[in-house]
Every structure is written in C-alpha cells, then in structure tokens.
Nanobody
C-alpha cells in the first residue's frame, strides 16, 4: 500500500504549486483526499475526490476557489492544484485514501481515512 505525495516546495504568496499523489496497492476505498497540518495546529481536511461514483469534490472553505483537485485514473494519480497561495497555507500536506467527508464532519480524518501517505511540505512566504 503506497500513497506517495510530491510537489511541495517554497513559493511566494500569490504563487502556485501542484501536488501529486501516486496511489498503488490500495483497495476498497472511495476517495482520495488531501489533508494538511501546520505546526501547532490541528490536522485539516483540505479536499477530496470521489473515485467511484464521481460527484462534486470536497473543498474546505479556506481553499475554495483557489485549490482544484483532479485525477488521472490511467496513472492512478490525484492532483491538487493550489493557486493564489497564502502564508496560512503553509503546512505539511498528506494524501489519504478512504471516504468522502460528507458523513464524518470533524471526525473525517479520524474515522474516514483508511490509508495515509507521507507528507510533502508546502511553505508560502509573505
């Protein structure tokens, strides 16, 4: 089971980054998600895409209209395009496999994720 995140880096405020999550060996999941955790802060669910029935992706309010999640099913890769980045977006970003967040609320990261990948650092300078 492997969820390999990449694409993080250092960018100035207003800039863009595109994260990738390569999925392999993972079965029985409905969604690929992105979470992030900044130092001293709780983990936050950022975005998710349903890879079974489709439907609307999920975006946290803090990233709506700036981040876009997409998927290349042939390559088993999920992307997170992050535009107009802000210093408050600075965090370690993790991709995960599990469920969409609709039924979990704040417990999504605890009960709605079956597999976690290693994180990739995103740092946005002001």
């Amino acid at each position: 089971v492997q969820l390999q995140a990449s694409g993080g880096g250092l960018v100035q405020a207003g800039g863009s980054l595109k994260l990738s999550c390569k999925v392999s060996g993972v079965k029985d999941y409905d969604a690929i998600s992105w979470f992030r955790q900044a130092p001293g802060k709780e983990r936050e669910g950022v975005s998710a895409i349903d890879i079974t029935i489709g439907g609307d992706p999920y975006y946290a309010e803090s990233v709506k209209d700036r981040f876009t999640i997409s998927r290349d099913s042939a390559k088993n890769v999920v992307y997170l395009q992050m535009n107009n980045l802000k210093p408050e977006d600075t965090a370690v970003y993790y991709c995960a496999a599990g469920d969409m967040p609709w039924n979990y609320g704040k417990l999504w990261g605890t009960y709605g994720v079956d597999y976690w990948g290693e994180g990739t650092q995103v740092t946005v300078s002001s």
